[in-house]
């Protein structure tokens, strides 16, 4: 009788290992598809990282430009004002008196 038992519980526990065996085979094509979403994502946010590393590059060199051309223009201005001192001033009231009447207006 215990022999019967013993070849009952080891069939059961086949049956089970064999259902547990089934129920991960079942598992592996959701596997599949959830890693390869993950990849999917992982690619698009790699993608997205570095377009916005090369949009902050491209900000950066454009900002280096801008930042060139204001010191250019200072510079420019400042040999103006020195070479024309009296012209430089009457452009600074006449700016100047045109800012004040546009502000007072409103």
């Known amino acids: 009788m215990a022999a019967k038992k013993d070849s ?3 069939a059961k526990a ?3 290992a064999q259902k547990a065996h089934e129920a991960i ?3 592996k094509p959701a596997d599949d598809v959830v890693r390869r979403a993950a990849n999917a ?3 698009g946010v790699d993608r997205a990282a ?3 590393t090369h949009a902050a590059e491209s900000l950066s060199e454009r900002g280096q430009q801008i930042k060139h ?3 250019e223009w200072v510079e ?3 040999q103006y004002v ?3 001192p009296v012209t430089s001033l009457g452009i600074a009231v006449a700016g100047g008196f045109l800012i004040s009447r546009i502000l007072s207006n409103r």
Do not use: F, G, P, R
Request: no cysteine; proline share 0%; glycine share 0%.
């Open 8 to 10: 009952a519980a080891s």
């Open 76 to 78: 420019k201005v400042n």
């Open 41 to 43: 994502a992982h690619e």
């Open 50 to 52: 570095d377009y916005a």
């Open 69 to 71: 051309k204001e010191e």
């Open 14 to 16: 086949d049956q089970a």
């Open 25 to 27: 085979e079942n598992v």
């Open 82 to 84: 020195q070479k024309n």
